[in-house]
């Protein structure tokens, strides 16, 4: 297993009112992230917020390129993100205890926190295709270039790991300095990560590693 000090290239927030950040995804442009009873847009350029949507936010979210998802307590929402409107929502698998959300394949990839598992789910039921366990709380789930990617956070430790989407085992480490938490984590699809910094009310930048680049 590769193991290396997490990078933090850029700190935004805290913002007005927000007293954390929970679930975020990233759709291209705009950083999303879930602040309790509202959806916040952030431009990670200028660090500027954007806009709201009002609609409960407590864990994980995701953007499927059209839609974002948002866990709220027991349920998954659909939402669209230009008029703020849910237009579904499916059971979660955690029923209430899930943590990340991340869409790839087609699916949405869920985490559940203290149960230390990432369940695979159908966007359509919320039917659990397949599980995966960890070794550590599971916060943020992220796909980049393919491979699989989730925050944990126990105590004063949190990382970023890689893991093995088939057996769950940890390949590589990035952890973070101490009391720097991870609650939401997100590709932006090149070589940084988005990561949510829970009760900090702050939203983080992390390089992501190139392959082959991190100290074993």
Not at 29 to 44: K, M
Request: glycine share 14%; aromatic share 6%.
């Amino acid at each position: 297993m590769k193991r290396s000090a997490a990078e933090i290239v850029r700190e935004y927030g805290p913002f007005p009112g927000v007293d954390s950040v929970n679930g975020l995804t990233y759709d291209g442009e705009r950083v999303w992230f879930a602040a309790g009873d509202r959806l916040i847009a952030l431009d990670p350029a200028s660090g500027k917020t954007l806009r709201t949507i009002d609609v409960a936010a407590h864990a994980g979210t995701a953007f499927d390129g059209k839609h974002l998802f948002q866990i709220a307590e027991d349920r998954i929402q659909k939402i669209d993100p230009k008029t703020g409107r849910v237009l579904a929502t499916i059971p979660a698998p955690g029923g209430g205890r899930d943590s990340g959300l991340a869409w790839a394949e087609g699916t949405l990839w869920v985490g559940q926190d203290r149960a230390r598992k990432i369940h695979q789910v159908d966007p359509q039921t919320g039917a659990i295709l397949r599980t995966i366990e960890s070794n550590r709380f599971v916060t943020g789930v992220t796909w980049s270039d393919g491979e699989l990617w989730h925050g944990t956070w126990e105590g004063d430790e949190s990382d970023v790991r890689r893991v093995d989407p088939q057996t769950g085992e940890v390949l590589e480490r990035l952890e973070m300095p101490p009391g720097v938490g991870v609650s939401g984590l997100e590709s932006d699809g090149g070589d940084q990560f988005f990561c949510g910094g829970g009760r900090s009310g702050k939203v983080r930048a992390v390089r992501r590693p190139k392959r082959g680049s991190a100290a074993p």
